[in-house]
């Protein structure tokens, strides 16, 4: 008997797991098809012939590398520049006494929830103002708008699991209070700064209205909004070749994903995912 | 004297702790607060996009807007997705934790698979669901129709109310992976001695549930339910991505209306003051998420 509800739960499960994974599997196949495959009724659950001329395509007469290049180089300087603060700051915020330090984490907490939408007028006519527009440099500030209360909100949980009793062994010790946070609490927060690092990446890397808004030439823009644009600038819709590009803009997270999932689920324990 | 130098000491910790939150001070300040402020103050002009010159009008755009029409037919739709996708997200998403909790076979796989929809691009999952729900190769019309569901290919974006329910359900499938995450992150720390003792006071498996589990989830589901209110409010990407907005302006929500105000119908003033209004009706429950999440900090 409690074989046969386990196998039955086990069954249920996979059902629904395979079920919510199945528009993945489809990208998948989809874009190894030839194009005509794609058109046969009923369709193939997998290709009957395999074939990855979509991705060859997609790399030789898209301007898909440039946008993957763009896509890189913003995520990596958004990180980097909003890590390097937000650490700065979270700690700052945890261990620090000052006038105005709970306002300010009020402040971090409510612009973690703001909309896009309300600042991304403002910050248009302000990087037109400084000629700024069109540029990945203008997306690396723009997206400091979301990175950096996510980053700080994440990092100042983690911060605050670190015990003082640490900081303050080194500071009897004779350590200055700088010496004290690049000796002990740095190697500490580690786990923290890289699950942070790499839920800021994501988060950049699947940005896409501010680059809507702000880029519209083709050697800034990044992949959501080039990937986009191939839909629709596109005669007919070649379904391969977009399920093709779905898939290598995707391998970036798949790898994140699947190398540092213990990292992944801290996040998840300390502060939240942005959604 | 040894309180002096303490206090010297505790002065010069808080320039220390001042001078390391200095640069975020100075970009919150300039890409957050004066981006925030300035919004408000457009709202009070009437701005031409192409030329960025414009006049100042008062309340004008606020009295405007409560009398258009789109804006409260816009308000609508956001309340219907909001409450369609959230619901969904809340009851799938529960649901997946626990089946997820139990010890079924390769678990860390099938909760990677079932997190992934919330980590792929919405670029990519917009695209994926556009290609299911193609009309004549789409394999959900060649699905439904096998299964007896529907006799003819289904316009799954293009009418209503179809667009809508889409809109809906790719939202539900989309987000509610994070539910799955934050509630099971809770269930791990449920103590078996709970559950232990409601079996010994004979209490059936759905029992167990109404008095023992869900109890305990409820702090973690007022959180959730909060944050994803708030993120579900202000999606932009995903409708904007699958419907444009369409069919007319039926999957119109608010900042679907604040985008196409300034940049298709090129008045920035206009669109400040539906961004305002919407920052204000999502102000009550960023403030009750914010004083949840302080009480609990007990800070």
Same mark, same amino acid.
């Given at each position: 008997?409690?074989?046969?509800?386990?196998?039955?739960?086990?069954?249920?499960?996979?059902?629904?797991?395979?079920?919510?994974?199945?528009?993945?599997?489809?990208?998948?196949?989809?874009?190894?098809?030839?194009?005509?495959?794609?058109?046969?009724?009923?369709?193939?659950?997998?290709?009957?012939?395999?074939?990855?001329?979509?991705?060859?395509?997609?790399?030789?007469?898209?301007?898909?590398?440039?946008?993957?290049?763009?896509?890189?180089?913003?995520?990596?300087?958004?990180?980097?520049?909003?890590?390097?603060?937000?650490?700065?700051?979270?700690?700052?915020?945890?261990?620090?006494?000052?006038?105005?330090?709970?306002?300010?984490?009020?402040?971090?907490?409510?612009?973690?929830?703001?909309?896009?939408?309300?600042?991304?007028?403002?910050?248009?006519?302000?990087?037109?103002?400084?000629?700024?527009?069109?540029?990945?440099?203008?997306?690396?500030?723009?997206?400091?708008?979301?990175?950096?209360?996510?980053?700080?909100?994440?990092?100042?949980?983690?911060?605050?699991?670190?015990?003082?009793?640490?900081?303050?062994?080194?500071?009897?010790?004779?350590?200055?209070?700088?010496?004290?946070?690049?000796?002990?609490?740095?190697?500490?927060?580690?786990?923290?700064?890289?699950?942070?690092?790499?839920?800021?990446?994501?988060?950049?890397?699947?940005?896409?209205?501010?680059?809507?808004?702000?880029?519209?030439?083709?050697?800034?823009?990044?992949?959501?909004?080039?990937?986009?644009?191939?839909?629709?600038?596109?005669?007919?819709?070649?379904?391969?070749?977009?399920?093709?590009?779905?898939?290598?803009?995707?391998?970036?997270?798949?790898?994140?994903?699947?190398?540092?999932?213990?990292?992944?689920?801290?996040?998840?324990?300390?502060?939240?995912?942005?959604? | 004297?040894?309180?002096?130098?303490?206090?010297?000491?505790?002065?010069?910790?808080?320039?220390?702790?001042?001078?390391?939150?200095?640069?975020?001070?100075?970009?919150?300040?300039?890409?957050?607060?004066?981006?925030?402020?300035?919004?408000?103050?457009?709202?009070?002009?009437?701005?031409?996009?192409?030329?960025?010159?414009?006049?100042?009008?008062?309340?004008?755009?606020?009295?405007?807007?409560?009398?258009?029409?789109?804006?409260?037919?816009?308000?609508?739709?956001?309340?219907?997705?909001?409450?369609?996708? %959230?619901? &969904?997200?809340?009851? =799938?998403?529960?649901?997946?934790?626990? +089946? *997820?909790?139990?010890?079924?076979? /390769?678990?860390? $796989?099938?909760?990677? %698979?079932? &997190?992934?929809?919330? =980590?792929?691009?919405?670029?990519?999952? +917009? *695209?994926?669901?556009?290609?299911? /729900?193609?009309? $004549?190769?789409?394999?959900?019309?060649?699905?439904?129709?096998?299964?007896?569901?529907?006799?003819?290919?289904?316009?799954?974006?293009?009418?209503?109310?179809?667009?809508?329910?889409?809109?809906?359900?790719?939202?539900?499938?989309?987000?509610?992976?994070?539910?799955?995450?934050?509630?099971?992150?809770?269930?791990?720390?449920?103590?078996?001695?709970?559950?232990?003792?409601?079996?010994?006071?004979?209490?059936?498996?759905?029992?167990?549930?109404?008095?023992?589990?869900?109890?305990?989830?409820?702090?973690?589901?007022?959180?959730?339910?909060?944050?994803?209110?708030?993120?579900?409010?202000?999606?932009?990407?995903?409708?904007?991505?699958?419907?444009?907005?369409?069919?007319?302006?039926?999957?119109?929500?608010?900042?679907?209306?604040?985008?196409?105000?300034?940049?298709?119908?090129?008045?920035?003033?206009?669109?400040?003051?539906?961004?305002?209004?919407?920052?204000?009706?999502?102000?009550?429950?960023?403030?009750?998420?914010?004083?949840?999440?302080?009480?609990?900090?007990?800070?």
């Amino acid at each position: 008997m409690p074989t046969i509800r386990k196998i039955a739960l086990n069954v249920f499960a996979w059902t629904i797991v395979l079920a919510v994974a199945f528009p993945l599997f489809w990208m998948l196949v989809t874009s190894v098809k030839p194009s005509f495959e794609l058109f046969r009724r009923p369709p193939t659950m997998l290709p009957e012939t395999w074939t990855f001329e979509h991705y060859w395509h997609l790399i030789e007469r898209t301007n898909f590398l440039t946008y993957f290049r763009n896509s890189v180089i913003l995520s990596t300087a958004t990180t980097l520049v909003v890590v390097a603060i937000a650490t700065l700051g979270a700690y700052s915020l945890v261990r620090f006494k000052y006038n105005g330090r709970e306002s300010l984490a009020f402040l971090v907490l409510f612009t973690y929830l703001l909309p896009s939408v309300v600042l991304i007028i403002p910050l248009y006519l302000l990087l037109v103002n400084l000629g700024l527009a069109n540029t990945i440099f203008s997306l690396v500030i723009a997206y400091t708008t979301f990175a950096l209360p996510y980053a700080l909100w994440l990092l100042r949980s983690f911060m605050a699991g670190i015990p003082e009793d640490l900081e303050s062994a080194a500071l009897v010790d004779g350590a200055s209070r700088l010496g004290a946070f690049w000796d002990v609490i740095l190697p500490q927060l580690l786990p923290g700064i890289i699950s942070t690092a790499l839920f800021t990446f994501i988060l950049s890397w699947n940005e896409y209205l501010y680059a809507l808004v702000l880029v519209n030439s083709d050697s800034a823009r990044p992949l959501t909004t080039g990937v986009m644009n191939m839909l629709v600038s596109a005669f007919n819709i070649e379904w391969s070749l977009l399920m093709a590009a779905s898939v290598m803009m995707s391998v970036p997270l798949i790898i994140v994903f699947a190398f540092l999932q213990s990292y992944l689920t801290r996040g998840f324990g300390a502060g939240g995912v942005k959604g | 004297m040894p309180s002096q130098t303490r206090t010297l000491l505790e002065r010069r910790y808080a320039a220390l702790g001042v001078m390391l939150i200095a640069p975020t001070v100075v970009v919150f300040c300039s890409v957050i607060v004066y981006p925030l402020l300035s919004a408000i103050y457009l709202s009070f002009f009437s701005i031409f996009t192409p030329t960025l010159e414009g006049d100042f009008v008062g309340l004008g755009n606020y009295t405007e807007l409560l009398q258009t029409e789109v804006f409260w037919s816009s308000l609508g739709t956001t309340l219907i997705w909001t409450v369609g996708t %959230l619901t &969904l997200q809340i009851l =799938f998403g529960v649901g997946m934790a626990l +089946v *997820l909790h139990q010890n079924i076979w /390769f678990r860390s $796989l099938a909760r990677s %698979l079932i &997190l992934f929809p919330y =980590f792929i691009s919405t670029v990519v999952a +917009v *695209l994926v669901w556009k290609w299911l /729900f193609n009309d $004549l190769y789409g394999i959900m019309n060649h699905f439904l129709i096998s299964i007896g569901f529907i006799d003819f290919p289904m316009d799954y974006l293009g009418t209503m109310p179809n667009a809508l329910i889409s809109v809906i359900l790719v939202g539900a499938w989309k987000y509610f992976p994070f539910v799955v995450i934050a509630v099971l992150a809770r269930l791990q720390t449920i103590p078996d001695a709970l559950y232990e003792a409601a079996k010994i006071d004979g209490a059936g498996p759905i029992a167990r549930f109404f008095d023992v589990t869900l109890p305990q989830l409820r702090d973690v589901l007022v959180v959730i339910i909060l944050l994803r209110a708030i993120w579900d409010f202000k999606e932009f990407d995903l409708i904007f991505l699958l419907t444009g907005g369409g069919p007319l302006r039926d999957t119109q929500t608010l900042p679907l209306l604040v985008y196409q105000e300034a940049f298709a119908l090129n008045d920035m003033g206009k669109a400040s003051a539906y961004a305002v209004v919407m920052m204000a009706i999502m102000l009550v429950f960023m403030l009750i998420y914010i004083r949840r999440t302080r009480t609990e900090d007990g800070s």
